[in-house]
Structures are given as structure tokens and as C-alpha cells.
């Protein structure tokens, strides 16, 4: 059974940097693509990252491009998403989500993935 756990969320002014991790398990983590959504009150789950199955693509939301990164350690299980220079509107809950089949390549819609985490909160104040 594929268990996603976030962590990491919380409070942090704007300007300030935050990191969030998901943990996995369940399959062989280095097969799978990953991704990373959020969903603010009121609005609908938009993509924020993905990453491939090693970790050699990796691609961003235009929202986000050149502040956030993404990374995994296929030997931790453990997907990471560091967010630098927040706003305001970066505040949502933050989810990991993972793919159902192996594969080599990104994928940016919610309809790909079919496994999610239980979200961590992250609120940037102004």
C-alpha cells in the first residue's frame, strides 16, 4: 500500500523560505515520478512541481519558477520541496502526490497521479 506523509508546513513572513518533505513507502520509490500540488481555500488543486523518477527532469509552474525547487532522495524515500522568497498567494495546503505507473517522464495535471499525501499547511504572512 503506497503512504505519502508530508511535513515541514507552517507560518513564515513574506520573503522568508520554508522546506517541505514527503516521506513514502509502500513500492520501490525510485521508480515513480512525483509531483507537488497545493490548494488554497476556495480554489482549486494546481500544480506546483514535478520531478522524474531519478530526479533528472524536473519541472515548475510558472507561479513558482526560479523560487521553488524540487528534489528527491531515492535512498530516503523522500520527496523535498524547498520554497524561497514567499508570497502571500504561495499560502495553500501543500500535497505530494505520486504517479500509478513507472516511468521516466514529468506530468503537471492531478488527473496523472494517483496517489496523494494528507497535505501540510504552509501560510506566508504579509
Known amino acids: 500500500q503506497v503512504q505519502l506523509v508530508e511535513s515541514g508546513g507552517g507560518l513564515v513572513q513574506a520573503g522568508g523560505s520554508l522546506s517541505v518533505s514527503c516521506a513514502a513507502s509502500?513500492?520501490?520509490?525510485?521508480?515513480?515520478?512525483m509531483g507537488w500540488f497545493r490548494q488554497a481555500p476556495g480554489k482549486e488543486r494546481e500544480f506546483v512541481a514535478a520531478i522524474s523518477s531519478r530526479g533528472g527532469t524536473t519541472y515548475y509552474s510558472n507561479s513558482v519558477k526560479g523560487r521553488f525547487a524540487v528534489s528527491r532522495d531515492n535512498i530516503q524515500n523522500t520527496l523535498y520541496l524547498q520554497l524561497n522568497s514567499l508570497k502571500p498567494e504561495d499560502t495553500a495546503v501543500y500535497y505530494c502526490?505520486?504517479?500509478?505507473?513507472?516511468?521516466?517522464?514529468?506530468?503537471?495535471?492531478?488527473?496523472?497521479?494517483?496517489?496523494w499525501g494528507q497535505g501540510t499547511q504552509v501560510t506566508v504572512s504579509s
Open positions: 509502500g513500492r520501490p520509490f525510485s521508480n515513480y515520478a
Open positions: 502526490a505520486t504517479v500509478g505507473t513507472p516511468s521516466f517522464g514529468v506530468y503537471t495535471r492531478v488527473s496523472d497521479y494517483d496517489y
